[in-house]
């Protein structure tokens, strides 16, 4: 094994966080139906500390999907409809004079919040798009000279509509690179949807949601994240992965470091979300096509720009690459 990971963890201590971990998927699972491995995903990315993006059309249940996190954690959730007319200050916050004092206050925008639903995010301009970068990518925002940390957990949760153009802005390579994992609702088989009608019936099941986490307890799970084990040839294999995406005849730009750093992470988060306190190659695979997709630029535009060729190309070079024993 790697001598510079840290030590694994005891299987008492992976009991113990399994038992907060199965809380927080049963409680969301309760109102997102049918959609087990978008829940397993999304947890993967909120005890990594990275952003999700779900592209997919309306009412497949993005929206939901990010009120159940919030919901089943004890801790603030602001929703930001992005609009053309939105401005950065609108998401950051800005100073407001105050007459009996004679100063400025600061008065936080909705950034300042642990889970944050960016709703229809393409639909905004890009330079209110980037209001969300150093946020995103640093946990911590600068306003007028003065830098503000943002207290953790902090998961941002966008979504876009893919199919429709008009009124819209594509968000920029930079600005995709900041979301861990890009995420499809898709529809809910015909078994499921029918227990989503039946639960609707009498008003918004996730209005009844309560927490079964708090953030200090998420924080930990974080924390576990980290120190989780990831041997060489698990890292060797993950390279051999993002290379391939810089060889390829299809694609013009390859995954970047940050990009196998961000699976990386992503792998040791999905390993503990199975009870495991080491990386297996199963994590990698899984996560391939959600962590990379994103950050790969194809030769024609349609790649540049569709989830499923980049999803496709994805697909081919993992099954391409010789998994270690």
Same mark, same amino acid.
């Given at each position: 094994?790697?001598?510079?990971?840290?030590?694994?963890?005891?299987?008492?201590?992976?009991?113990?966080?399994?038992?907060?971990?199965?809380?927080?998927?049963?409680?969301?699972?309760?109102?997102?139906?049918?959609?087990?491995?978008?829940?397993?995903?999304?947890?993967?990315?909120?005890?990594?500390?990275?952003?999700?993006?779900?592209?997919?059309?309306?009412?497949?249940?993005?929206?939901?999907?990010?009120?159940?996190?919030?919901?089943?954690?004890?801790?603030?959730?602001?929703?930001?409809?992005?609009?053309?007319?939105?401005?950065?200050?609108?998401?950051?916050?800005?100073?407001?004079?105050?007459?009996?004092?004679?100063?400025?206050?600061?008065?936080?925008?909705?950034?300042?919040?642990?889970?944050?639903?960016?709703?229809?995010?393409?639909?905004?301009?890009?330079?209110?798009?980037?209001?969300?970068?150093?946020?995103?990518?640093?946990?911590?925002?600068?306003?007028?000279?003065?830098?503000?940390? $943002? %207290?953790?957990?902090? @998961?941002? #949760?966008?979504?876009?509509? &893919?199919?429709?153009? =008009?009124?819209?802005? !594509? +968000?920029?390579?930079?600005? $995709? %690179?900041?979301?861990? @994992?890009? #995420?499809?609702?898709?529809? &809910?088989?015909?078994? =499921?949807?029918?227990? !989503? +009608?039946?639960?609707?019936?009498?008003?918004?099941?996730?209005?009844? #949601?309560?927490?079964?986490?708090?953030?200090?307890?998420?924080?930990?799970?974080?924390?576990?994240?980290?120190?989780?084990?990831?041997?060489?040839?698990?890292?060797?294999?993950?390279?051999?992965?993002?290379?391939?995406?810089?060889?390829?005849?299809?694609?013009?730009?390859?995954?970047?470091?940050?990009?196998?750093?961000?699976?990386?992470?992503?792998?040791?988060?999905?390993?503990?979300?199975?009870?495991?306190?080491?990386?297996?190659?199963?994590?990698?695979?899984?996560?391939?096509?959600?962590?990379?997709?994103?950050?790969?630029?194809?030769?024609?535009?349609?790649?540049?720009?569709?989830?499923?060729?980049?999803?496709?190309?994805?697909?081919?070079?993992?099954?391409?690459?010789?998994?270690?024993?």
């Amino acid at each position: 094994m790697n001598s510079s990971e840290t030590a694994e963890l005891s299987p008492p201590t992976v009991d113990a966080l399994m038992v907060m971990l199965n809380r927080l998927l049963d409680n969301i699972g309760t109102v997102v139906l049918g959609k087990p491995e978008v829940i397993r995903l999304a947890v993967v990315a909120l005890l990594a500390e990275g952003h999700i993006l779900i592209e997919d059309v309306p009412g497949v249940g993005k929206t939901l999907l990010a009120r159940a996190i919030a919901a089943s954690i004890d801790c603030s959730f602001r929703r930001i409809q992005f609009t053309p007319d939105l401005l950065p200050s609108d998401i950051l916050g800005s100073s407001i004079y105050n007459a009996g004092t004679g100063e400025f206050v600061f008065k936080p925008g909705p950034i300042f919040a642990h889970i944050i639903l960016a709703d229809e995010i393409n639909r905004t301009t890009p330079r209110t798009q980037s209001a969300l970068l150093e946020a995103m990518g640093d946990r911590q925002v600068s306003i007028e000279g003065k830098t503000f940390v $943002l %207290d953790a957990p902090f @998961l941002v #949760l966008a979504t876009q509509n &893919p199919y429709e153009f =008009e009124g819209t802005y !594509v +968000l920029p390579e930079s600005q $995709l %690179d900041r979301f861990m @994992l890009r #995420l499809k609702m898709g529809y &809910p088989i015909r078994s =499921e949807e029918r227990k !989503v +009608l039946t639960s609707h019936r009498t008003g918004e099941p996730v209005e009844q #949601l309560k927490p079964v986490l708090t953030g200090d307890e998420v924080v930990q799970l974080q924390h576990a994240v980290r120190q989780v084990r990831v041997d060489d040839s698990i890292a060797d294999y993950l390279l051999d992965i993002v290379h391939a995406t810089r060889q390829g005849e299809d694609l013009n730009v390859g995954v970047s470091t940050r990009g196998a750093l961000t699976l990386y992470r992503a792998a040791q988060s999905h390993a503990l979300v199975d009870g495991r306190s080491y990386v297996v190659p199963d994590d990698i695979k899984s996560l391939a096509i959600p962590v990379l997709s994103h950050r790969v630029v194809g030769k024609s535009f349609l790649q540049a720009g569709e989830f499923g060729a980049a999803e496709a190309i994805i697909r081919d070079i993992v099954d391409r690459i010789r998994v270690p024993s």
